[in-house]
């Protein structure tokens, strides 16, 4: 069986359908003859941002610290010759 591929505006529409008309995830899904994970996943990609998961917010994980080279170049025992 072929894999079947949908536009951007086609997903888009779906995903509307269940954020902005309030039709049910599982009932939209049969009517576009999509399964349901496939427009699980487009409600959550191009829904509206209420429906998107919002991403962490984690500092970056070596915010604050010196690398080991950054420690080692900016000491004063480092001349440089001309």
Known sequence: MARQTYSRNFKVSAAKLVTEQSRGLKDAATSLGVPT???????????????????PTT????????????????????????
């Open 37 to 55: 994970s496939t427009l699980q996943y487009w409600v959550r990609r191009f829904g509206t941002p209420a429906a998107r998961p919002t991403p």
């Open 59 to 82: 500092p970056p994980r070596f915010a604050g610290r010196t690398t080991a080279s950054a420690r080692r170049t900016s000491g004063s025992s480092w001349s440089v010759k001309s």
